[in-house]
């Protein structure tokens, strides 16, 4: 890969960045206006070799407004965002199991793993996790501990709890 765009966005929860693809396929995206840190999400063979910034005259990307449509109360928005991400064989029947878990309905990582069909794999359920890219796009917030515990999210707790908590559409019920 050789161009990518990068873009940050406002948003409730703080900066959102996007970086995507010549095509528009979200690589990574996350709560930061730190590009550095939105390109060390990917692994160093996949990161672009030039990275432009966002014209903020040319016409809105379809992943910052679904990022908009999201946080105005429309969870689905998300769901049709192209994602581009490279990994094992497991890793993307993962990214892809994540993105069938429904807002308001996560799971623990025990139930991630049961999903993947390998229920004696939940380290590898949370390393799927823990190496996903385009976050939001892929919801690994939707995977919690065992007992409901938030465990871990790249992008910090307070970010993944209010996450959790406008898709169950009621507040400071996870803890």
Known sequence: MTT????????????????ADEAGHVLASGWTADAGRILERLRTADR???VTAFDTN??????????????EGELSA???VRVAQRGTEMQRAGWEALRRIEPG?????????ILLGSPNAVRAAASICARNAPALFVPCHRVLRTGGALGG????????????????GVPALIG
């Open 4 to 19: 990518a765009t990068i873009q940050t966005i406002a948003t409730p929860d703080g900066g959102f960045t996007l970086l």
């Open 48 to 50: 672009p070799s030039t």
């Open 58 to 71: 040319a016409p809105q990307t379809d992943a910052a407004a679904a990022v908009a449509a999201y946080y």
């Open 78 to 80: 998300i769901d049709d």
């Open 105 to 113: 309905h996560p799971l623990t990582y025990a139930e991630f793993a």
């Open 153 to 168: 999210f790249a992008w910090g707790l307070e970010v993944k709890r209010s996450l959790l908590e406008r898709e169950a």
